[in-house]
């Protein structure tokens, strides 16, 4: 081809989470059956959706008005709904104005890196969560610039490490955070967020938070939304309906800014997000339909409330069994439904692997573990021995050997035998000398 037609950031592109979904069926199709661990779908794990919610879905279906564009920035009357919750809540003060949909939060996150001036960087958390971690790298054409979350620390962020890596990089624009995380499952206590919002008041940075999880913050862990300690800094949330209907299949997520009156350049750059979301005319009718009708819903906060004591259970659960194994390190996620797994010994990154049962897909994992990086050796090695299909921990910009895993399975003696199995194999892959 006479010009090369290939973006600078296409190498950054990479979504393990899904990426390691060819190799299990590969690894089904020879007769191994799957786990799935990998991927954060609560409805795909057997999770159902309240009748409620569906019925309100239900009785939508049958307006006309659903299925028409809406306006570009979301329905107005969500809006008008989502800025008066928010304001209630106290903090910053939104308008409807301030909010703008999308379609899922992975439409979002694309559209705010891609026409983010490209020398400007936002500084986001290791491990990093691929979609807004690949975006940024694609945007910037460089890898994504990380600070660190500590797990000696409960995954809280590094602050001495956000604040040297913002002075001494002058491209840094914003500093991410996602609360709860993903893939930790660490929440942030408000006095963490407010210090981060220091940072950026005092380097003149917006701060970009990542709110997916905020209504899956377990009993007992302390925290506050982004408008509440945000005060005259720029700052945009990340919210969406995916997690905690749970619908993510509806591609319904939203954003809210703060402060764009306070700061020209900010509200130019959100100004052109909503011109770019005019080219594509708007986002998705129907979910963005529903949300003032579910959310105001008498049954809403019952069924919040009882989904965040069901995964901190389930959270216990997991640390009961994996907690007891000396070789690796597991912290009580905090909030969100995902649990990370690091390693306390080197793992190998050649040699022999442990035995797998069945020689074709022996044969197979060999073949795959050429050149990978450990933790993603023994995701494979995992993957073939005894079908549990988890993301390698590098995989989420990160040098912690590790994966990551879900507390998303509903039936409670399959989940547990997981959880039984995961242990036993990952004794069985630290003592194995070939
Ligand atoms: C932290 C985080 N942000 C964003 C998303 C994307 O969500 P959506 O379904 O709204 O695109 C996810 C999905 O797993 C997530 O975990």
Same mark, same amino acid.
């Given at each position: ?39 954060g779908?609560p409805v795909?794990k057997g999770e159902s959706v309240p009748e409620w919610i ?62 983010? %001036? ?11 969560? /691929? #979609?807004?971690?690949?975006?940024? =790298? *694609? ?15 409960g ?24 609360n709860p995380d993903n893939?930790t499952g660490a929440v942030?206590p ?21 709110e997916t999880y905020r209504n899956l913050v377990y009993p007992g862990s302390d925290t506050a939304p ?16 995916s997690k905690d209907f749970p619908?993510?299949?509806? %591609? ?11 700061? /020209? #350049?900010?509200?130019?750059?959100? =100004? *052109? ?21 579910v959310m105001?819903h008498p049954q809403f906060a019952g069924h919040l409330a009882r989904r965040a004591e069901m995964f901190s259970k389930r959270a216990d659960e997991a640390m009961a069994i994996?907690g ?6 597991v912290v009580k996620p905090g909030g969100a439904f995902f649990l ?57 910009? /990160? ?6 895993s879900t507390l998303l399975e509903t039936d409670d003696a399959?989940r547990r035998?997981?959880y ?15």
């Amino acid at each position: 081809m006479r010009r090369n037609i290939v973006h600078v950031g296409a190498d950054q592109l990479r979504y393990e989470i899904r990426e390691i979904v060819e190799r299990a069926h590969e690894i089904r199709k020879l007769g191994v059956p799957v786990t799935w661990e990998n991927i954060g779908d609560p409805v795909q794990k057997g999770e159902s959706v309240p009748e409620w919610i569906k019925a309100i879905v239900h009785e939508l279906v049958d307006k006309d008005a659903a299925y028409q564009y809406t306006d570009s920035a979301g329905s107005k009357a969500t809006r008008d709904f989502l800025a008066e919750q928010a304001n209630k809540q106290g903090g910053v003060n939104i308008r409807p104005e301030d909010i703008l949909f999308f379609n899922g939060l992975g439409d979002a996150v694309s559209t705010l890196f891609t026409h983010m %001036r490209r020398e400007a960087r936002v500084l986001g958390p290791s491990p990093a969560y /691929s #979609t807004l971690s690949s975006a940024e =790298a *694609s945007h910037s054409g460089y890898e994504h610039f990380t600070y660190m979350l500590d797990p000696d620390n409960g995954w809280q962020p590094n602050l001495a490490d956000i604040k040297k890596k913002v002075r001494y990089n002058d491209s840094v624009a914003g500093i991410l955070l996602i609360n709860p995380d993903n893939p930790t499952g660490a929440v942030y206590p408000a006095s963490i967020l407010e210090e981060i919002v220091a940072i950026a008041r005092e380097e003149k940075l917006f701060v970009l938070a990542d709110e997916t999880y905020r209504n899956l913050v377990y009993p007992g862990s302390d925290t506050a939304p982004l408008s509440q300690v945000i005060g005259d800094v720029p700052g945009i949330s990340l919210r969406s309906i995916s997690k905690d209907f749970p619908w993510p299949g509806a %591609r319904c997520g939203w954003m809210e800014v703060y402060n764009q009156d306070k700061n /020209s #350049t900010f509200r130019r750059y959100i =100004a *052109s997000l909503l011109d770019a979301k005019r080219l594509e005319v708007c986002s998705t009718t129907l979910p963005q339909m529903a949300i003032p009708k579910v959310m105001s819903h008498p049954q809403f906060a019952g069924h919040l409330a009882r989904r965040a004591e069901m995964f901190s259970k389930r959270a216990d659960e997991a640390m009961a069994i994996l907690g007891s194994v000396p070789e690796i390190s597991v912290v009580k996620p905090g909030g969100a439904f995902f649990l990370t797994v690091t390693f306390n010994i080197d793992l190998p990154s050649s040699g022999p692997l442990p035995p797998i049962a069945n020689n074709q897909v022996y044969r197979y994992v060999t073949e795959l573990v050429k050149d990978v990086p450990p933790d993603k050796r023994f995701v494979y090695w995992l993957l073939g021995a005894v079908g549990i299909c988890t993301v390698p921990l590098s995989g989420f910009c /990160s040098s912690l050997p590790g994966f990551r895993s879900t507390l998303l399975e509903t039936d409670d003696a399959k989940r547990r035998r997981t959880y039984e199995t995961l242990a036993a194999a990952i004794r069985e892959y630290c003592s194995y000398q070939a």
